[in-house]
């Protein structure tokens, strides 16, 4: 049974959020927060209805012909709905936030229609069914999130967005041209026709490969692979609920989950590793890690820290999937989750931080465990997931690696495994340290930078909701990864499906 | 090709002129009706306004898309060659919807526009009638006489135009660009001329299977071209747009860049791939002055101060992007160029429309804000987010990014290039890109500036916002919704 | 062998047009003009195209006439021009600059005729392509090297009239309806042209009288 309609209104809540959010006038900020509340939760439910059915075996799919030779194309498949499941859930968190975070600050009528957008996008990445319709949704992802970026106005912010733009158009460029290329080439294929690249014969090899290398260089730049990565601590100049989004699943994400969909959707493992380009992959990947680590180590602010571990962490994904055989491919993809739930409560916390006791430095954090410790908390759960203790989800993700490594008989992975880990924790330990154990303004020792009581608890309720909530989820994906519908479950679903056909 | 053009000799031909006239003089007698009334409110305009769509709505209907239709008229001895097709009807109604914005935002415009001169309303509704008319005849004639008439009705008519300003400085631009239409014009009549002498006709159809290779063919459509391109502002002709549009009233830039400049460009491209289809080289050679178009254009928008000089230069960089339909037409295999006929169509649609709504966007923003220089959009983007956002809308198609009809265009045009190999106009297309992003971003990156000092403005009527967001809109939204209008391009010709 | 009167008919417009072009004197230039329409016709007369001749007395030579002497600001009483167009001197010396960007262009377009005209190989007879020829010569050489606007204009309608003979020198007599369609059209155009830029000439000098009268202080440019 075909059921076209579904992915369409799942775009639709977000898509036309936005323009019923420019009608709305700046003052009305309890309808544009009724509304954005009621379209998130509408989302969810659509998703969640979306998942179920996909359990049932139902066809989503649903396509139209742009120009000739390539078509707007949606589908549903086990990926696709782990990214969409997220971007509906962290949609939702981030928007309680947002409301809380933004109260009384101007424009927020621009700030919530783009931010409508860029989830749109988000999802319809998530949801496409063909690199045309995946391109499409890439660049309007670009767009939306450049007035979010440069939300402040202030010379910083327009020098970050400048600069998030000469990356990401650059970037789009050169993937538009690779999918240009890949449809003179063979014309359309729709995600999961692996055999059409592979029946091409050992001849077209050599122009694949520059093809694989082209597409890489596309999405890299959103992925922020090493040495595309530059525009990501810039941007770090948003306000905590774009950096929270930008990291956990929107842009870092897309191109992760790009550079996934090429791997195996577009190419095939089989053909990527006959290529002799997983090798290529993991030796960029592991680069990433080791290089964002060390330069998180030498952060002194809290977010632009965050924002290279975020380089770092994203680079699991690549390396997952660069990993030849089921383990990788499940670590990879469980960690498109994972790294996103408790990368958005690490940057909640950031922002709760900055929001109540206007704390930007790591120095300045002693002792603000005793002040919030529900934050605090929240910070050392996801800090500890990034590290990789269980029961938090991030130990899924090593643990899996750990395998995927063994199991494709790259050994040397292990190595940078632990060097990683210990970099994650000599770089987190030390914030742990400082929260809880060392004596700040809390215990009477001089002053918070810029204390604002915000609300009846520790600080504003709308901060503090949401990440309560995905602290929560971080830990339950951990501990309950074994039962069905959980990312663990969708990613086995999805590395069945790659590699026993 | 020529089929695609509708001059294959198995086209209907057809009785019924009476839709055709009607379209061709309807806009005359509108514009003869508002000389005499001059309607001071918009709501008039657009009942009128509505009445040429009708026709052609009733032209359309009358024509089998598939075959398209050709008329011969007989003035006494003098026999003159219409047709009409998929592609002519939607240039049609291209002119019709960009004139039809630029005429509703008139009244509005000139009660707004603190420096007005009450004489040049008078003016401007004939003329707007006239270039409109011509317009519509350009697209519909295949004789080399029509074209004439239409191409000079047309370029009096915007010298016209731009000089309604009543200024010194619109009235010296206008002198230039007077004497360059008419260079022009003395290049195209005596390529005519020698054509005329050479074969004694003037029908492209039948010149297309008269003419052979030698010296006056190629002098002839050298002239031709010469001048067509002088009038459409190619590189390195270019430097007369951006004075005339500086002091030009905002809707007749729109026009003006929306429509008039592919005119000339229309003809100039006909004309190559009826006489030297096979010209390979010389396509090359325009090819070249493409890629320094879109570069050029693309560094000067970048550069300049005045944000109607951004818009100017980037229509000079974009028509580059419509000079490489030469080398991707002329001499190439037949699946290259199915990719960049309907890339090429494509890219001027989506550029007239796009770059009329950004005139129109820009013109509410200048008038708003009293500020000519894009660094007096500081802070723009909280006091007319509206404007802005219409502004923004044009802007993605013009980058050409998705989903909007420049990025279906380029990626069309891309397409036709790497499927020939043509990898220089790869390059030029991607530089493209990246320069037009930046003169865009660069518009908005002022905008967005938030500590920016309190200028005076006041805003302008929903009425002039609505118009210039309908066209944007339209430019944004239509990527992705180009199969049908491109199976009309397709069809056009294929019936035979 | 060209028929003696016909010879000089060509050899009148070529001075006359030679005359308008570069006389110094703008009154006399454009007297000089209004003669050279008035052999024009002529021209046209002999050749037994009555209609054309009408057409070009009327529009050619007394109608642009009148648009010339309006932009000098000439009437029958006042018979100085005056306007600001004074301070232009013309020819402007020639530079290696300017004879890159315009006479090149200029002597391009000559050479190209040349080869096509050599190319065409009927038997060439009358006069009238050697004067058209001789026509386009100068004016292209004039328009290469003015600035002034009216004679600028000036040249413009000589290299028109220089192309019609041209044209009526190639057609055949199956083509002779078109030909006539594209010189009535192209007169009319020139016609236009001239009025619209001597219609500005004025506009313009207007302007600036009432700039310069006006005081300085609330000029936008300072």
Redesign the interface.
């Known amino acids: 049974m075909s059921q076209p309609w579904l992915p369409l209104f799942i775009l639709a809540t977000s898509l036309l959020v936005a323009p019923l959010i420019f009608v709305l006038p700046e003052r009305a900020w309890r309808a544009r927060a009724v509304v954005n509340l009621s379209a998130a939760v509408l989302k969810l439910v659509l998703v969640a209805l979306l998942v179920w059915g996909f359990y049932q075996g139902r066809d989503y799919s649903f396509g139209f012909t742009v120009v000739d030779g390539a078509a707007f194309f949606l589908q549903v498949d086990a990926l696709g709905l782990m990214f969409a499941g997220l971007s509906a859930l962290l949609w939702l968190a981030t928007t309680v936030y947002a409301i809380g975070y933004l109260e009384d600050s101007p424009n927020r009528k621009r700030f919530f229609g783009f931010f409508s957008l860029c989830i749109a996008s988000t999802v319809g990445i998530a949801l496409a069914g063909n690199l045309f319709t995946f391109l499409l949704f890439y660049e309007l992802l670009t767009l939306a999130t450049y007035p979010l970026v440069v939300h402040r106005g202030h010379d910083k912010a327009l020098q970050a967005g400048t600069i998030y733009l000469r990356y990401t158009l650059s970037g789009g460029l050169v993937l538009l041209l690779g999918v240009v290329a890949l449809h003179a080439l063979v014309g359309d294929i729709a995600f999961g026709q692996r055999e059409r690249l592979a029946d091409l014969g050992p001849e077209a090899h050599p122009m694949l490969t520059v093809l694989f290398l082209v597409l890489l260089l596309g999405l890299g730049v959103k992925a922020a692979l090493v040495p595309l990565h530059g525009w990501l601590p810039r941007a770090m100049v948003a306000p905590a609920p774009v950096s929270a989004l930008l990291h956990a699943v929107a842009v870092v994400k897309a191109g992760a989950f790009g550079i996934v969909r090429l791997v195996y959707d577009v190419y095939g493992i089989s053909l990527v590793h006959e290529l002799g380009l997983l090798m290529l992959l993991s030796v960029i990947a592991t680069v990433t890690i080791l290089y964002g680590s060390v330069k998180a180590l030498s952060q002194q602010e809290l977010k632009p820290r965050l924002a290279y571990s975020t380089v770092s962490q994203v680079s699991y994904i690549v390396l997952g999937i660069s990993l030849f055989g089921p383990f990788g491919t499940i670590a990879g993809l469980v960690h498109l989750m994972h790294q996103g739930l408790m990368k958005v409560t690490l940057f909640y916390c950031a922002g709760n931080y900055a929001e109540e006791l206007g704390i930007h430095r790591i120095d300045e954090l002693d002792g603000a465990g005793r002040r919030m410790p529900m934050t605090s908390l929240a910070f050392t759960v996801g800090a500890l997931g990034m590290i990789g203790l269980p029961p938090v989800a991030g130990f899924i993700t090593k643990w899996y690696l750990g395998m995927g490594a063994v199991q494709a008989g790259m050994s040397w992975v292990i190595v940078v495994l632990m060097a990683s880990s210990l970099l994650n924790a000599a770089y987190f330990l030390p914030i742990l340290h400082r929260l809880w154990f060392r004596h700040g303004p809390a215990h009477g020792h001089g002053n918070w930078p810029e204390e604002r009581n915000l609300g009846r608890f520790e600080t504003s309720a709308w901060l503090l909701l949401p990440t309560a909530a995905t602290t929560l989820f971080s830990i339950l994906v951990g501990l309950l990864a074994g039962m069905t519908f959980s990312p663990l479950d969708l990613a086995t679903f999805v590395a069945t499906e790659e590699y026993l056909p | 090709m020529i089929e695609r053009l509708g001059l294959s000799p198995l086209t209907i031909q057809a009785e019924s002129m009476v839709a055709v006239w009607v379209v061709l003089g309807l806009p005359l007698l509108l514009g003869a009706v508002g000389g005499l009334v001059r309607p001071a409110r918009g709501w008039p305009v657009a009942m009128a306004g509505l009445l040429p769509l009708l026709a052609l709505a009733w032209l359309w209907r009358d024509v089998d898309s598939e075959a398209g239709r050709s008329w011969m008229i007989e003035i006494g001895s003098l026999a003159l060659y219409w047709r009409i097709n998929g592609l002519t009807l939607i240039l049609i109604a291209l002119t019709y919807l960009i004139g039809l914005a630029s005429a509703l935002y008139t009244p509005a415009y000139l009660r707004e526009d603190p420096q007005r001169e009450p004489r040049g309303q008078a003016w401007f509704w004939p003329l707007l009638g006239i270039l409109i008319s011509s317009l519509s005849l350009i697209w519909l004639a295949v004789d080399l006489l029509s074209l004439y008439f239409g191409l000079e009705l047309m370029g009096l008519s915007a010298v016209g135009l731009m000089l309604l300003t009543g200024k010194v400085d619109a009235l010296v631009a206008g002198l230039r660009y007077l004497l360059l239409a008419l260079v022009g014009s003395l290049a195209f009549l005596l390529g005519v001329s020698l054509l005329l002498g050479a074969w004694g006709r003037l029908d492209l159809a039948g010149l297309a299977r008269a003419v052979e290779p030698g010296a006056p063919l190629w002098v002839a459509v050298a002239l031709l071209s010469a001048g067509l391109l002088l009038k459409a502002a190619a590189f390195p002709l270019h430097a007369w747009l951006a004075p005339v549009h500086a002091s030009a009233w905002i809707p007749i830039s729109a026009l003006h860049a929306g429509l008039v400049v592919k005119a000339s460009f229309f003809i100039a491209l006909q004309l190559w791939l009826v006489l030297v289809p096979e010209a390979t080289v010389a396509a090359w050679a325009i090819g070249g002055m493409a890629g320094a178009a879109v570069i050029w254009g693309g560094v000067m928008a970048w550069r300049a101060a005045k944000l109607k000089d951004v818009l100017a230069w980037s229509t000079v960089s974009q028509l580059g992007y419509l000079l490489l339909a030469f080398p991707l037409l002329i001499g190439t295999d037949s699946a290259v160029a199915a990719l960049a006929w309907e890339g090429t169509w494509l890219q001027l649609a989506a550029h007239g429309l796009a770059k009329a709504a950004m005139f129109l966007a820009a013109g509410n923003l200048i008038l708003a804000t009293g500020e000519i220089r894009v660094a007096g959009l500081a802070g723009a983007s909280r006091r007319f987010p509206l404007s802005l956002l219409s502004f923004g809308m044009a802007a993605i198609s013009l980058v050409g990014l998705p989903p909007s009809m420049g990025f279906t265009a380029k990626w069309l045009l891309l397409h036709a290039a790497l499927t020939g190999g043509h990898w220089p106009w790869l390059a030029v297309l991607g530089i493209g890109t990246l320069l037009s992003a930046a003169y865009v971003f660069r518009v908005f990156r002022y905008s967005f500036i938030e500590d920016a000092p309190e200028y005076e403005f006041h805003p302008v009527p929903w009425g002039m916002d609505a118009i210039a967001l309908l066209l944007a809109l339209s430019a944004l939204l239509l990527g992705l919704a180009m199969e049908g209008p491109l199976d009309l391009l397709r069809g056009a010709g294929e019936g035979s | 062998m060209p028929p003696l009167e016909e010879t000089l008919l060509a050899a009148g417009l070529l001075l006359l047009a030679a005359l308008s072009l570069f006389d110094r004197h703008l009154v006399r230039a454009c007297s000089w003009f209004v003669a050279f329409g008035l052999v024009v016709t002529l021209a046209w007369a002999r050749l037994g195209l009555v209609w054309l001749a009408l057409l070009e007395l009327v529009l050619g030579a007394v109608l642009t006439g009148a648009f010339l002497f309006h932009a000098l600001g000439v009437t029958p009483s006042v018979r100085r021009p005056r306007g600001f167009f004074a301070h232009w001197h013309d020819p402007v010396p020639l530079t290696w600059g300017l004879a890159l960007e315009r006479l090149l262009p200029a002597l391009a377009?000559l050479a190209?005729?040349g080869?096509?005209l050599?190319?065409?190989d009927d038997d060439s007879s009358g006069s009238l392509r050697p004067g058209g020829l001789g026509l386009l010569v100068l004016g292209l050489w004039a328009?290469a090297l003015h600035r002034h606007?009216l004679r600028?204009l000036l040249a413009?309608n000589v290299?028109?009239t220089g192309?019609f003979l041209?044209?009526m020198s190639?057609?055949?007599p199956?083509?002779m309806?078109?030909?006539?369609?594209?010189v009535v059209?192209?007169l009319v155009?020139a016609l236009?042209?001239t009025a619209?830029?001597a219609l500005?000439?004025r506009?313009?000098e207007a302007?600036?009288w009432a700039?310069a009268a006006a005081p300085r202080a609330d000029d936008p440019s300072t």
């Not at chain 3, 309806?177 to 594209?182: D, F, M, Q, R």
Request: no cysteine; aromatic share 4%; glycine share 14%.
């Open positions: 377009v190209m005729l080869v096509t050599a190319a065409l328009f606007l600028r413009f290299i028109g192309i041209l044209l190639l057609v055949g199956s083509a309806p078109a030909a006539h369609g594209l059209i192209g155009v236009v042209g619209l830029g500005l000439v506009r313009i302007l600036e700039h």
